[in-house]
């Protein structure tokens, strides 16, 4: 059962983030902002996105938080420092040999002094050296000198970010818990397309506020499924979706930053294991079904993003089949409907019952399937999304349109794991009304509210 999450409010409902001022004298006075008085060392490399560094910076104090920034000296050729000391209000440091900074041991103060550190945007060069324990600038140093948990924001050239070399850092470093933030995908400033875009500002401060803030979900045990269910032809063939597992994936990270306790059930997906997530790896959907099931019991919520598939071939060769020179008719057995029969294990003696969410991912008619799925099925929350143009499958961004019994909430298009916060919000406040007993409304609640007036 989900504990109580007592917390102020962050910030007074209906007055955006950036338009609050921006001292820390005032910031003092407002302790209810996301990121009140946290002192944030902001680390900024060179790449081409170092210009949103600027904003990004105004974004953090606007949020609350106090800014130091240290620029790369490959970051100073993009931008100047002294942008980021106006709009920080400190002084900014860049080079590791800086007499009078060092005299009192500055990058020893600095990384004392940081509460958290973001890198954004951190290049391909910066995640190496810090996969690889590098200190030889100012800003890798001060990583490794600190004691500060780090989230990162990488923003470099598609090819760059699919490289196996970034990936494999970029996993070294999520093991280590160092959360990534993004990236984003679309367009590129080289001409290109794919993924490698700096978050916007704003989601990188929402998403920094939940790491910070409150876990709304401590002592809550959340079951993930995702990625596309695999149903064998033959040993070498098979019937499959293009499910990226990413959704699913993003949910069970959210979840567990949100202080879960998570378990993620992951159809065949190469993706990284978020960190503090149990993972369990299945392949077809009646395997699916057995791990769901298997974990149902002791779950509080789960949260169906797994494309499960709906047929699977009646049987599965033993050897590899063979071109006889005519059509194939292959016969489809329908699979076990997984959600359904999760939902049918709701009620449970003494605690909240099991909170069921689905997924409708459709081509068309998004809402009206969505709907019929909802009331279909039983389920207590679903999340609608549009398949193509760059959304929902085998892509980093998604819209949702969420429906449960008497209210919607459409959350507009964002990286994914911005939306699986807000997803969990929304569940958390729904979780809340339907159980009282599970403890008082949550804080998230109201910025479930919040958003959906938007
Ligand atoms: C015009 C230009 C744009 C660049 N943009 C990026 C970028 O967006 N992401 C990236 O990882 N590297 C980019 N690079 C390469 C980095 O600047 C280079 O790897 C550098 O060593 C990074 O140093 P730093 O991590 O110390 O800041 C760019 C280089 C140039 C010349």
């Not at 105004?58 to 050729?77: H, M, S």
Request: net charge positive; with cysteine.
């Amino acid at each position: 059962m989900c504990r109580a999450r007592v917390a102020a409010e962050p910030a007074p409902a209906g007055i955006p983030v950036s338009y609050r001022p921006s001292t820390a004298s005032v910031n003092s006075h407002m302790p209810d902002l996301p990121l009140a008085n946290l002192r944030v060392l902001l680390g900024v490399s060179g790449g081409i996105a170092a210009y949103k560094a600027a904003e990004l910076t105004r974004r953090l104090r606007d949020a609350g938080a106090e800014v130091r920034v240290v620029l790369t000296e490959n970051a100073a050729r993009f931008v100047t420092p002294l942008t980021f000391q106006a709009l920080s209000g400190n002084p900014v440091r860049s080079g590791l040999w800086d007499d009078a900074a060092e005299a009192a041991m500055g990058h020893i103060e600095l990384a004392r002094w940081a509460e958290r550190i973001v890198l954004a945007p951190a290049s391909a060069d910066l995640i190496a050296r810090l996969a690889h324990g590098l200190a030889n600038d100012l800003l890798s140093t001060i990583c490794l000198a600190s004691a500060a948990p780090v989230a990162l924001a990488p923003a470099m050239n598609q090819q760059m970010w699919a490289h196996a070399a970034t990936q494999a850092n970029v996993e070294t470093l999520r093991k280590r818990g160092v959360a990534v933030l993004g990236p984003a995908s679309g367009g590129q400033a080289c001409g290109e397309f794919g993924a490698g875009r700096l978050l916007e500002a704003e989601s990188i401060v929402q998403e920094l506020a939940q790491l910070h803030g409150p876990k709304p979900l401590a002592g809550c045990r959340v079951l993930v499924s995702a990625g596309p269910t695999f149903e064998d032809i033959d040993p070498v063939r098979y019937l499959g979706n293009r499910s990226s597992g990413r959704m699913g994936f993003a949910i069970a990270q959210a979840a567990a930053e949100q202080g879960a306790t998570v378990e993620l059930i992951a159809g065949p997906v190469h993706l990284p294991t978020p960190p503090h997530v149990t993972r369990v790896d299945v392949r077809s959907a009646r395997d699916m079904r057995a791990a769901v099931m298997e974990r149902i019991e002791h779950s509080d919520v789960f949260v169906s993003a797994a494309a499960v598939g709906d047929y699977r071939p009646g049987e599965t060769a033993a050897h590899k089949l063979k071109k006889h020179g005519s059509a194939l008719t292959l016969t489809l057995t329908e699979n076990p409907d997984i959600i359904a029969e999760a939902a049918a294990h709701r009620a449970r003696a003494g605690r909240a019952p099991l909170f069921v969410v689905g997924f409708a991912a459709e081509t068309r008619d998004v809402e009206k399937y969505a709907r019929d799925k909802l009331a279909r099925k039983n389920l207590d929350l679903i999340a609608a999304n549009q398949v193509g143009g760059g959304l929902g499958f085998d892509a980093c961004e998604n819209e949702l349109l969420l429906l449960w019994p008497g209210g919607s909430e459409r959350l507009a298009r964002a990286d994914k794991g911005v939306l699986a916060h807000a997803l969990l919000e929304r569940i958390a406040a729904l979780r809340a009304k339907l159980a009282p007993a599970s403890g008082p409304r949550p804080r998230s609640a109201k910025n479930a509210a919040r958003r959906s007036r938007r």
